[in-house]
């Protein structure tokens, strides 16, 4: 495994190709921070889990980031451990349970820790550059913030990564307040929130008309910094997207957030992958995207908001995602050894680092998450799905060969 600190302000480990790999680089990139001198101190985990989209295409953060991150502090003996998001609030219209269908109720659960939705949390007010919103105390308050965002590109934003993904730390309907401004607020959120630590999930980012429609591609990749503007500045360059064409990191420039030598240092940065950029919103999205329209969306979402509605915005490309209301009610897993050619990608992606493989092996029992990871991957379908699988037949119609074709091909540094 490469490893690069390319700065004394952010640490880069590159070529994290299986499980056990990013357990050892999670390992590293904790090595000499200062967690808290008190095991039973609350530790916060926020990974980006933005809608119910598997990590695998790019939008959530990996399952084997945060497995990694948990068992790594449990082995240094923390024993309050939560995990926290707040999710889009569009999911919650559908009654959907993101926590549950990207498998981290389950990867909580597993390793016996808390799974908070921030939406739901206790808040607290703080000011943005529009107005207050209210914000999870408990963002505010962990012993030990650890922030572990996804990057991904944006339509709206340009980019998201360490600064945007803190507006998972909004409650509820509060986030489209941040929307007023979108720019000004991401960077005034975090300057009234400090984690203490991001690790970035580059394992497998999006490029392209992200967050909710984009191209997996895989990067084996993780960030590690203390200071999130340093951290999506040196990002930026590192995966070939222009820092110039992010609004927020304009903003964060003009309030002072980066120093010149900074700016030069980052300059001087090769890019390691050229992500291709979100395309330009059409001139009808930004128009019924507009803060001034708010009020008129909120009186008129028993239309927009009713199926056909959605379908025919998401094929305007005026929305990226249509959720899908059906849960997956999965009665078996089961691996085709006709169809396996025994390649290991599943063994690579698995959360749990499980034995897939292995003779006689049982999905059907624990610690088996069905996260589908393994049957997301595997280039020959031969990890069968039996039930109804619900929402999974639209997303693996959407992304099923996309992820595959991501998950096997091992990034090449300058392409």
């Given at each position: 495994m490469q490893r690069a600190a390319f700065s004394d302000q952010i640490r880069l480990v590159t070529d994290c190709q299986s499980r056990d790999e990013v357990v050892s680089a999670v390992s590293q990139l904790l090595d000499g921070v200062a967690l808290s001198p008190?095991?039973?101190?609350?530790?916060?985990?926020?990974?980006?889990?933005?809608?119910?989209?598997?990590?695998?295409?790019?939008?959530?953060?990996?399952?084997?980031?945060?497995?990694?991150?948990?068992?790594?502090?449990?082995?240094?003996?923390?024993?309050?451990?939560?995990?926290?998001?707040g999710p889009n609030v569009g999911v919650y219209r559908k009654k959907i349970d993101v926590f549950e269908r990207l498998g981290v109720r389950a990867l909580c659960v597993h390793y016996g820790v808390e799974c908070v939705d921030l939406n739901h949390a206790p808040t607290t007010e703080v000011r943005l550059a529009t107005g207050p919103v209210r914000v999870a105390r408990l963002c505010l308050e962990a012993g030990f913030f650890l922030n572990l965002p996804k990057l991904k590109t944006h339509a709206e934003a340009g980019m998201?990564?360490?600064?945007?993904?803190l507006i998972g730390c909004v409650s509820?309907?509060?986030?489209?307040?941040?929307?007023?401004?979108?720019?000004?607020?991401?960077?005034?959120?975090?300057?009234?929130?400090?984690?203490?630590?991001?690790?970035?999930?580059?394992?497998?980012?999006?490029e392209g008309n992200g967050p909710g429609d984009g191209i997996p591609r895989r990067a084996d990749m993780l960030l590690a910094a203390t200071d999130p503007f340093v951290l999506d500045l040196a990002?930026?360059?590192?995966?070939?997207?222009?820092?110039?064409?992010?609004?927020?990191l304009r903003?964060?420039?003009?309030?002072?957030?980066?120093?010149?030598?900074?700016?030069?240092?980052v300059a001087r940065l090769e890019p390691l992958l050229?992500?291709?950029?979100?395309?330009?919103?059409s001139a009808l999205a930004r128009l019924l995207d507009h803060s001034a329209l708010a009020p008129l969306r909120d009186a008129t979402r028993a239309v927009h908001g009713q199926e056909w509605a959605r379908r025919l915005l998401h094929r305007l490309h005026i929305l990226q995602d249509v959720y899908e209301a059906?849960?997956?009610?999965?009665?078996?897993?089961?691996?085709?050894?006709?169809?396996?050619t025994r390649c290991g990608l599943c063994l690579d992606y698995c959360p749990l680092g499980l034995d897939i493989l292995a003779p006689g092996f049982n999905f059907q029992c624990p610690p088996c998450l069905r996260c589908l990871y393994c049957a997301q991957v595997c280039p020959e379908e031969a990890i069968q799905v039996e039930g109804d699988r619900g929402y999974l037949v639209r997303h693996f119609a959407r992304y099923g060969d996309r992820v595959r074709r991501a998950a096997g091909r091992r990034p090449q540094v300058g392409e």
């Amino acid at each position: 495994m490469q490893r690069a600190a390319f700065s004394d302000q952010i640490r880069l480990v590159t070529d994290c190709q299986s499980r056990d790999e990013v357990v050892s680089a999670v390992s590293q990139l904790l090595d000499g921070v200062a967690l808290s001198p008190r095991p039973d101190a609350l530790i916060l985990l926020k990974p980006n889990l933005n809608n119910d989209l598997s990590a695998l295409t790019g939008n959530a953060t990996d399952l084997r980031l945060l497995a990694a991150v948990i068992e790594v502090l449990q082995q240094r003996g923390y024993t309050h451990i939560v995990v926290g998001d707040g999710p889009n609030v569009g999911v919650y219209r559908k009654k959907i349970d993101v926590f549950e269908r990207l498998g981290v109720r389950a990867l909580c659960v597993h390793y016996g820790v808390e799974c908070v939705d921030l939406n739901h949390a206790p808040t607290t007010e703080v000011r943005l550059a529009t107005g207050p919103v209210r914000v999870a105390r408990l963002c505010l308050e962990a012993g030990f913030f650890l922030n572990l965002p996804k990057l991904k590109t944006h339509a709206e934003a340009g980019m998201s990564l360490a600064l945007k993904s803190l507006i998972g730390c909004v409650s509820g309907t509060d986030k489209r307040l941040v929307h007023a401004d979108l720019p000004a607020n991401i960077v005034a959120l975090n300057e009234a929130i400090h984690p203490h630590l991001i690790i970035a999930d580059a394992l497998i980012a999006m490029e392209g008309n992200g967050p909710g429609d984009g191209i997996p591609r895989r990067a084996d990749m993780l960030l590690a910094a203390t200071d999130p503007f340093v951290l999506d500045l040196a990002a930026a360059r590192l995966f070939g997207l222009n820092p110039n064409a992010i609004p927020y990191l304009r903003v964060a420039a003009r309030r002072g957030h980066f120093t010149e030598a900074g700016f030069d240092a980052v300059a001087r940065l090769e890019p390691l992958l050229w992500l291709d950029p979100a395309p330009p919103r059409s001139a009808l999205a930004r128009l019924l995207d507009h803060s001034a329209l708010a009020p008129l969306r909120d009186a008129t979402r028993a239309v927009h908001g009713q199926e056909w509605a959605r379908r025919l915005l998401h094929r305007l490309h005026i929305l990226q995602d249509v959720y899908e209301a059906q849960d997956a009610r999965i009665e078996r897993l089961w691996l085709d050894t006709g169809r396996c050619t025994r390649c290991g990608l599943c063994l690579d992606y698995c959360p749990l680092g499980l034995d897939i493989l292995a003779p006689g092996f049982n999905f059907q029992c624990p610690p088996c998450l069905r996260c589908l990871y393994c049957a997301q991957v595997c280039p020959e379908e031969a990890i069968q799905v039996e039930g109804d699988r619900g929402y999974l037949v639209r997303h693996f119609a959407r992304y099923g060969d996309r992820v595959r074709r991501a998950a096997g091909r091992r990034p090449q540094v300058g392409e």
